[in-house]
Nanobody
Framework: QVQLVESGGGSVQSGGSLRLSCAAS????????VGWFRQAPGKERVFVAA????????YYADSVKGRFTISRDNATMTVYLQMNSLKPDDTAVYYC????????????????????WGQGTQVTVSS
């Protein structure tokens, strides 16, 4: 089992920045791909960004490309989501998720493939 804990959410004005963190604990001796997803009120959870097991490959939803950056530090078992130029449409609960991965550059971006999920952190962007 792997436990994931998100932090770094909060309230910010449009154009501002936040950095989310996802700290992993538990059975971390395997390789994991990690993704960020978000769910706005009344909407389905959607993919935001993902990173492969060693950080070489990253994937982004079109809506966040050029504004968000995902990265990881395997030494501290932490994945980050740097969010710049935030917009009110970015308001949502953000979740990090992980699945045990082969050592590949390919990363799955669909939620049901992920086995482990954090509890979520709220991001609110005001205009």
């Amino acid at each position: 089992q792997v436990q994931l804990v998100e932090s770094g959410g909060g309230s910010v004005q449009s154009g501002g920045s936040l950095r989310l963190s996802c700290a992993a604990s538990g059975r971390t001796n395997s390789d994991y791909a990690v993704g960020w997803f978000r769910q706005a009120p009344g909407k389905e959870r959607v993919f935001v960004a993902a990173i492969n097991w060693n950080g070489i490959s990253t994937y982004y939803a079109d809506s966040v490309k050029g504004r968000f950056t995902i990265s990881r530090d395997n030494a501290t078992m932490t994945v980050y989501l740097q969010m710049n130029s935030l917009k009110p449409d970015d308001t949502a609960v953000y979740y990090c998720a992980a699945y045990e991965s082969e050592r590949t550059v390919v990363v799955v971006t669909t939620g049901p493939f992920y086995d482990y999920w954090g509890q979520g952190t709220q991001v609110t962007v005001s205009s």
